[in-house]
């Protein structure tokens, strides 16, 4: 059950560490605001939540989750509307994606008032760390670890949540290269691909290296059974335009439902473009690339936002998509999204929360 927290206990900075947000020079994730939301669970049930001074913590080496993972988080963005006021974009579905990670990795549900009232009350008191140019905005990050201080395999019986924040500017600078793995896999089916586990993002980091050092910026996987049909990028949800439609895989417990994803989705329908969530084979992408009906590709998510393909290659196959400036598609949604997350346009679908 859902119990509204007013009035969080809060430990404010003495000294605001303000004057180190660069305007002129945002990068991803490396900045850190203020404060910091924590909340404890223990005896089967969470404490109050406090909102601390962002600060090192202090923690046993034989705390279970470094040992055996049990550990999920979400990303959720804020940006400030024309007259200053800050927004949060859909942090309720980042909540109950964040409860079916949860269920997945053998951990407890938060309240929705601790997720989203919880980081309302975190931004409206570091609001000045939202930065305000286009493409900027304040990156919120909360997660949940087993805490148990414990070195046997058993699920954990204690937790944390936080939530941190960071001002963060284009997660991918540019047009992204894509490598079609059809060697490693991502996720199969009974598995915890659907969720945000940080051992998704860790299993990720081998093949990753190994293209990164062949030039691409990420993966598009493939279906641990045939590699046959494309999944998602791991960092983002993906999206095809071929023949005028945007066709993107169907999540399943392979491919994680993204809130980004499912907002392109909604207004590209409302556009009135013919959107297809169904089994995309990386055949019919190459096949309509030689036929010239493959016009657009490009990733969504919240750290990613609306970012274009430039490459992708798939075998003997590197396809080369023409100049994103002629993209239609693409360059609308990023204006689109970008004009209801700063508050430029009403928001008509319920999805931006004042702090
Ligand atoms: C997000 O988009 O929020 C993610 O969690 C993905 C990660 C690349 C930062």
């Known amino acids: ?18 004057q180190q947000l660069d305007h002129n020079n945002i990068q991803f994730g490396k900045l850190y605001s203020d404060h910091m939301l924590v909340a404890h669970y223990e005896n089967g049930k ?70 989203v009232e919880g980081m309302k009350e975190l931004i409206a008191l570091d609001k000045d760390w939202i930065p305000t140019a286009d493409g900027t905005s304040l990156y919120i990050r909360p997660f949940m670890m087993a805490t148990d201080e414990f070195i046997g395999v058993k699920p954990a019986e204690k937790f944390t949540f936080m939530i941190i924040t960071s001002p963060a500017g284009p997660y991918y600078a540019k047009p992204v290269k894509i490598f079609v793995q059809d060697d490693y896999v991502r996720a199969f089916p009974g598995g915890i691909g659907f969720t945000k586990a940080a051992g998704n993002y860790g299993a990720s980091m081998y093949p990753t290296m190994k293209i990164k050092e062949m030039g691409y910026d990420q993966i598009l996987w493939t279906d641990g059974f045939e590699h046959k049909y494309v999944q998602e990028i791991g960092t983002m949800n993906v999206f095809f335009v071929i023949d005028g439609k945007a066709i993107t895989p169907n999540t399943s417990d392979t491919i994680l439902a993204g809130v980004s994803r499912d907002s392109v989705i909604i207004l590209l329908r409302e556009k009135g473009i013919t959107v297809e969530e169904r089994p995309l084979s990386i055949d019919e992408i190459v096949a309509a690339w030689k036929n010239g009906k493959l016009t657009e590709a490009f990733g969504t998510g919240t750290a990613a936002s609306v970012a274009p393909i430039a490459e992708l290659t798939y075998k003997e196959n590197h396809i080369i998509l023409p100049p994103v400036e002629e993209w239609k598609l693409t360059n609308w949604l990023k204006q689109e ?9 009403p928001d008509t679908h319920g999805w931006i929360n004042k702090a």
């Open 1 to 18: 059950m859902s119990v509204a927290i007013t009035g969080i206990k809060t430990n404010k900075v003495s000294q605001s560490r303000i």
């Open 337 to 345: 999204l970008g004009d209801i997350r700063y508050g430029r346009k």
């Open 46 to 115: 969470w404490a109050a939540p406090e909102i601390v001074p962002f600060a090192n913590m202090n923690l046993s080496p034989a705390t279970t989750f470094f040992h055996y993972g049990q550990a999920i988080f979400e990303g959720v963005k804020a940006y400030k509307d024309p007259n200053g006021n800050p927004l949060i974009f859909r942090p309720q579905d980042n909540w109950k994606r964040m409860n079916r990670s949860a269920v997945r990795m053998a951990m407890p549900e938060v309240s929705e008032a601790l997720f």
